[in-house]
């Protein structure tokens, strides 16, 4: 399997100030073939369900809002939040679906300075 | 828009088998990836497996020999079996729909989920 890991686990940032969270997958989710890093990024507030944020590692989803972005190629990636809002206080996973089983990271707890 | 609605028992005794089922609304089941997932404090996310149109299946190798995923078109549903229940299957049960992808891409990220079922293993 591969395996998630991401860093800090928790992490305090005020408001209106950059966020950015890692996640390292223990072997590359990069395909040559299609180009592409099967890595996806998830935010969940509590009492909540996941919410897709990023796929292909850098990709946005529909009507997620333009502070969110994601870097990254092969075993290293980052979620940034380039303003932090008060509503952005969750927990953010990452994902790796290059190959089944997949697999999440542990999740980082973003809360306000 | 997608609906993702679980249903089943909160509480199930060991060694029991666990039957839960997800209603899809605003969108047909097919031609789609339906996954389940949970979530535990001790184990977080874990994805248990995908049904894809009208039957194909994959699935968790560490739940491979207890879970049946299957899918009724008819009702617009899927449904998730795990059998020979432990406390350790304790978990809020997500069902989700992985994104459609192209026709030369991986299927694996999800973008619907239902908002979770706590089910309890317990005697």
């Known amino acids: 399997d591969i395996v998630m890991t991401q860093s800090p686990l928790s992490l305090a940032v005020s408001l209106g100030e950059r966020a950015t969270i890692n996640c390292k997958s223990s072997q590359s989710v990069f395909s040559s073939s299609k180009n592409k890093n099967y890595l996806a990024w998830y935010q969940q507030r509590p009492g909540q369900p996941p919410k897709l944020l990023i796929y292909w590692a850098s990709t946005r989803q529909s009507g997620v809002p333009g502070r969110f972005s994601g870097s990254g190629s092969g075993t290293d990636f980052s979620l940034t939040i380039s303003r932090l809002q008060a509503e952005d206080v969750a927990v953010y996973y990452c994902q790796q679906y290059y190959t089944p089983p997949l697999t999440f990271g542990q999740g980082t707890r973003l809360e306000i300075k | 828009q997608v609906h993702l609605q679980e249903s089943g028992p909160g509480l199930v005794k060991p060694s029991e088998t666990l039957s839960l089922t997800c209603s899809v609304s605003?969108?047909?089941?097919?031609?789609?990836?339906w996954s389940w997932i949970r979530q535990s404090p001790g184990r977080g996310l874990e994805w248990i497996g995908w049904v894809y149109d009208s039957g194909n299946t994959r699935y968790n190798p560490s739940l491979k020999s207890r879970v049946t995923i299957s899918v009724d078109t008819s009702k617009n549903q899927f449904s998730l079996r795990l059998t020979s229940l432990t406390t350790a299957d304790t978990a809020i049960y997500y069902c989700?729909?992985?994104?459609?992808?192209?026709?030369?891409?991986?299927?694996?990220?999800?973008?619907?989920w239902g908002q979770g079922i706590l089910v309890t293993v317990s005697s």
């Open positions: 605003g969108g047909s089941i097919r031609p789609n990836y």
């Open positions: 989700a729909r992985i994104r459609p992808p192209m026709k030369w891409d991986l299927p694996g990220d999800f973008d619907y």
